[in-house]
C-alpha cells in the first residue's frame, strides 16, 4: 500500500520562521498523485526517488510524454481530469502543467507534488539544457531553433549570451502559474 504523509497542524508557531509548525501523519488510504513538473526544477532527481519509491510501494506510475502543453483550454483540462481520475489508485502521475483545479470538473483533487528551485538557479539551468538540445541532442522539442546551431552559439556561456543577445530574459511569472493555474489573473 502507498503511504501517503500529509501535514497536520500543530497550532504552534517556530519560533524563528514564524510559520505554523506541522507534524506529519501517515494517511493509509491509496491516493491519486500528481507530481507536477515545473521545468527545470529537479524532476529528474525526483524521479529517482519515484522509481525507488514503486519498487517498495509498488503503486503505478505514468510519466506524461507532452512537455510542451503546460497551458490547456478548458475542454482539454476537462479531458484531463478525466484521464487522471479513471486511474485507480495508488497512482503516480508526472507532467508539466499549470495548476488545475479537479474540483471544477466535479472531481477530487490529486495529492500535488510540485519542486521549486531558486529563479536564477532554475534560468541557467534552462539556458544550459536548451544549449545542449539545439549543439547535441538536437530533440524534437527543439526543432525550431536548430538554425541557431554555430560554434558561437555552442560555446557560448549564459554570461556571454547575456552580453551579447536580449533573447534570452527569464519569463516574468512562468512560476506563478504551475501554482495559480489557468485562470486569467494568473497568467497575466
Known sequence: TLVAVEPVSSGRVHPRLGDPECECTQVKVP?????????KCGSTTMEAYIAAARRLHSFRFRRSPDF???HLSNKQRQGFVKFFSSNPPPFLYDRHLHFIRFEEFGRTS????????DPVGMHVSDFYYHRECVCSVRADWCANEWHLRSNVYCNQTIDEAYATRNDIAPTPGFLT???CGHDKECVG
Open 110 to 117: 490529486p495529492v500535488y507534488i510540485n519542486l521549486v528551485r
Open 177 to 179: 502559474t504551475f501554482f
Open 68 to 70: 510542451t502543453h503546460q
Open 31 to 39: 491516493r491519486r498523485v500528481f507530481f507536477n513538473r515545473v521545468p
